[in-house]
């Protein structure tokens, strides 16, 4: 399964019934037709061709996420997993930055619970109920007692690049890589193996845009945010 849930063309052939003359439409023109929402999809943004990108976070497998970047992003992403049907689950040593986001969730079910660092307990993720774990743990976040698993993933946030930072990286399905300086974009460039133009463009990235990576597709997401975040979170930004 792909991270990201894009357009993608499937022809099926049921049973063989009256011959009918068949509906063509030229090529240029499927595009407008797509429906990029997957079935867990959560719309993270436009890509660079205003389309909306959508990833697939609840799965049937571990799936880790490592995003180096603001702590805005990590709340927008952990809000729309809620409206999804997923529980999250929070693991900081800054509480207060989520108390409001807690209270808020749900409308007014207890969708989004706080915990301190290492003070996770099991969730009994299933299919039925999804699992985000976000780790709020500062540059140097410890081994989590609650790892990624079935319909369990994980997003751990890094605020800049860390000693731990490669490891969780090169762990991670994917990574979202938001505005750094040239040296950390230097190694980031080096440990995704990116392109040159992609690296040097992660130190100039604007407010509430992220490079996400995975093995197989990596893609420049603006992540805008509706009147309701904007009222809870405020703007977009790159620093806390």
Same mark, same amino acid.
């Given at each position: 399964?792909?991270?990201?849930?894009?357009?993608?063309? *499937?022809?099926?052939?049921?049973?063989?019934?009256?011959?009918?003359?068949?509906?063509?439409?030229?090529?240029?023109?499927?595009?407008?037709?797509?429906?990029?929402?997957?079935?867990?999809?959560?719309?993270?943004?436009?890509?660079?061709?205003?389309?909306?990108?959508?990833?697939?976070?609840?799965?049937?497998?571990?799936?880790?996420?490592?995003?180096?970047?603001?702590?805005?992003?990590?709340?927008?992403?952990?809000?729309?997993?809620?409206?999804?049907?997923? *529980?999250?689950?929070?693991?900081?040593?800054?509480?207060?930055?989520?108390?409001?986001?807690?209270?808020?969730?749900?409308?007014?079910?207890?969708?989004?619970?706080?915990?301190?660092?290492?003070?996770?307990?099991?969730?009994?993720?299933?299919?039925?109920?999804?699992?985000?774990?976000?780790?709020?743990?500062?540059?140097?976040?410890?081994?989590?007692?609650?790892?990624?698993?079935?319909?369990?993933?994980?997003?751990?946030?890094?605020?800049?690049?860390?000693?731990?930072?490669? *490891?969780?990286?090169?762990?991670?399905?994917?990574?979202?890589?938001?505005?750094?300086?040239?040296?950390?974009?230097?190694?980031?460039? *080096?440990?995704?193996?990116?392109?040159?133009?992609?690296?040097?463009?992660?130190?100039?990235?604007?407010?509430?845009?992220?490079?996400?990576?995975?093995?197989?597709?990596?893609?420049?997401?603006?992540?805008?945010?509706?009147?309701?975040e904007t009222g809870l979170l405020g703007g977009?930004?790159?620093?806390?």
């Amino acid at each position: 399964m792909s991270a990201f849930t894009g357009a993608r063309a *499937r022809l099926g052939f049921g049973l063989v019934g009256p011959r009918r003359g068949r509906q063509t439409i030229p090529l240029d023109q499927l595009a407008p037709l797509a429906l990029p929402v997957g079935d867990d999809g959560v719309v993270i943004g436009v890509d660079a061709q205003g389309r909306p990108a959508v990833l697939g976070i609840n799965r049937p497998d571990p799936y880790d996420v490592t995003l180096i970047g603001g702590l805005w992003t990590a709340q927008v992403l952990a809000l729309r997993a809620a409206a999804t049907g997923a *529980r999250i689950v929070v693991e900081t040593g800054r509480g207060q930055a989520w108390t409001a986001l807690a209270h808020a969730a749900g409308g007014g079910q207890p969708c989004v619970t706080l915990h301190d660092v290492g003070r996770v307990p099991p969730q009994g993720p299933s299919a039925g109920s999804p699992v985000v774990v976000v780790r709020d743990c500062g540059m140097r976040p410890p081994r989590g007692r609650v790892v990624s698993a079935p319909w369990q993933s994980v997003l751990t946030l890094l605020p800049y690049l860390s000693p731990v930072a490669p *490891r969780l990286m090169e762990k991670s399905s994917l990574v979202g890589v938001q505005r750094v300086s040239p040296d950390e974009a230097a190694q980031i460039g *080096r440990i995704l193996h990116l392109p040159d133009a992609e690296t040097q463009a992660l130190s100039t990235l604007a407010d509430g845009v992220t490079l996400w990576c995975s093995a197989r597709d990596r893609q420049f997401v603006m992540t805008q945010a509706t009147d309701g975040e904007t009222g809870l979170l405020g703007g977009a930004r790159r620093m806390d």
